[in-house]
């Protein structure tokens, strides 16, 4: 069931209704049978899948607070648990299926959920959820099936059982959510499709101009289709009085790589820091190599052991992608920058200063925010444009200024002008929530003048109508 279509929307209001209409301690019900229904548009392997992962999750949770916390049974439980779960991901992400099987949607968001909240119970941080039920709804949620976020138990699973009456600021605050994402989503992020597609395709024949023109406009598309999702979710979930974690805080106002990634799918980048990276750098032979280097070189011991921790970590974050050189290289890229980081960054400070270089000044925050942008743009689009090669290549082209070009720079039709009118208000409202909680703004306006906006809003998004070639509403991150 697309998000972007008139069958969520009836699901979700009439989840909405039902939910409201029993009692509390029965809410969650409403939810687990929204989420049946989700999934079962699907069908039913799809369905098979999800109920595989809840009901192996929640029996070896359960089975392990059985055995003592270090016990070879415990270990066994969880690490077949993991390994089964992980197994299965990756025979979906990784290898040829037969015919008739599909990989099911949201597998990898769910998967990395699951095995999050089953660690956390292995680790002894988490008492197991009881009712098989409960860790099936947590499982399969359905707002968040399609792209995450990655939600934490306590974070998600506290609200989901113990719910909060309704209250109108968070059914207003939704709805303005829902149709801010599908704005962004329909009237930019879709609009952009076709330029994007363009790039990746005849990116050999376009000039040097258009080729660099086309990467940040598909960073911009990426970035409207992602958050545009996220907003359409976290709507849905207002709605319910539920907050889902946030996944974006403004990644393109970024000033290094390292803070983008503090501030892009910021779920995944905690999920895989707490489970991966820490994992990692506290293992015996990382804290061998601590210990061997610490006495006499305390610096080096800690950037060794960071530096074998981050290659692992943004490996893994690679292969999680997708399973080509161009996915595994885009990781390992992201790796290095964070590791160069880690090793020059005592260098770097101390040039700023013998420059007499401020942290604080207009000049340099906005030379450091757009170098960020242009590496993290050229970064993005490597893995997209075919095979590693292909990606090279493109960059290539890029910097090619003496080439002549042999195809058109783009789609023969300019941009919408509505197109440009949303990615106005869509940089606007970033670059004030740098600063000011937007929606909180929008809500302290007189409702009066909420309603006229919002209403205009919404005309203008049925007078633009989702485009024909894109009426599935399908999402970029939907297919990880």
């Not at 929204?34 to 548009?41: C, E, I, K, N, Q």
């Not at 009901?55 to 270090?70: E, N, P, Q």
């Not at 910021?266 to 061997?292: F, H, N």
């Not at 290289?329 to 013998?354: M, T």
Request: net charge positive; charged share 15%; glycine share 8%.
């Amino acid at each position: 069931m697309p998000i972007v279509s008139l069958e969520f929307l009836i699901l979700v209001a009439s989840a909405v209704v039902v939910y409201y209409l029993i009692p509390l301690r029965l809410r969650w019900i409403a939810l687990l049978a929204a989420s049946a229904v989700f999934y079962s548009v699907l069908g039913w392997r799809a369905a098979i899948w999800v109920l595989g992962t809840a009901t192996t999750v929640y029996a070896a949770s359960v089975l392990m607070v059985r055995f003592g916390r270090k016990s070879p049974a415990r270990r066994a439980v969880f690490w077949s648990t993991v390994v089964l779960n992980a197994g299965s991901l990756a025979m979906f992400k990784y290898f040829p299926l037969p015919e008739g099987l599909i990989m099911p949607l949201g597998i990898s968001f769910y998967t990395f959920q699951s095995l999050g909240y089953l660690t956390d119970v292995y680790r002894g941080t988490l008492e197991p959820e009881r009712n098989y039920l409960k860790t099936l709804l947590f499982v399969s949620f359905f707002p968040q099936m399609t792209q995450g976020p990655i939600s934490d138990f306590r974070q998600l699973g506290t609200q989901l059982f113990a719910p909060d009456p309704f209250t109108y600021d968070n059914f207003a605050r939704g709805c303005q959510r829902i149709l801010w994402g599908y704005i962004k989503k329909i009237m930019l992020a879709d609009r952009l499709v076709p330029f994007t597609e363009h790039l990746v395709s005849s990116y050999s024949g376009m000039s040097a101009a258009s080729v660099l023109g086309g990467i940040f406009v598909y960073a911009i598309w990426l970035y409207a289709d992602f958050s545009g999702y996220m907003d359409i979710v976290c709507g849905v979930c207002d709605l319910f009085g539920i907050r889902l974690a946030e996944n974006f805080r403004q990644p393109y106002f970024s000033h290094s790589v390292a803070e983008y990634w503090r501030r892009w799918h910021i779920t995944l980048g905690e999920w895989m820091k707490k489970y991966i990276y820490y994992p990692v750098a506290a293992s015996g032979p990382c804290q061998k190599i601590g210990r061997a280097l610490r006495r006499n070189h305390r610096r080096l011991s800690g950037n060794l052991v960071g530096t074998i921790a981050l290659l692992i970590t943004w490996a893994f974050t690679g292969i999680w992608h997708g399973n080509t050189a161009g996915y595994i290289v885009w990781g390992l890229i992201n790796g290095a920058f964070l590791i160069l980081s880690l090793w020059l960054g005592g260098f770097y400070s101390g040039a700023k200063k013998a420059l007499h270089i401020r942290d604080d000044a207009w000049w340099w925050r906005g030379f450091t925010l757009v170098r960020t942008f242009v590496i993290v743009a050229f970064i993005k689009i490597l893995p997209e444009a075919g095979t590693l090669s292909d990606g090279f290549l493109l960059w290539k082209r890029a910097f090619s200024f003496t080439a002549q070009a042999s195809a058109a720079a783009g789609p023969s039709a300019a941009v919408p002008a509505t197109t440009l009118l949303v990615g106005a208000v869509f940089f606007i409202f970033s670059l004030i929530s740098l600063k000011y909680d937007v929606r909180e703004l929008f809500m302290r306006l007189p409702r009066l003048l909420r309603i006229v906006i919002l209403a205009g809003a919404f005309l203008l998004l049925v007078a633009v109508g989702i485009p024909e070639d894109m009426a599935e509403g399908g999402f970029a991150y939907a297919r990880f």
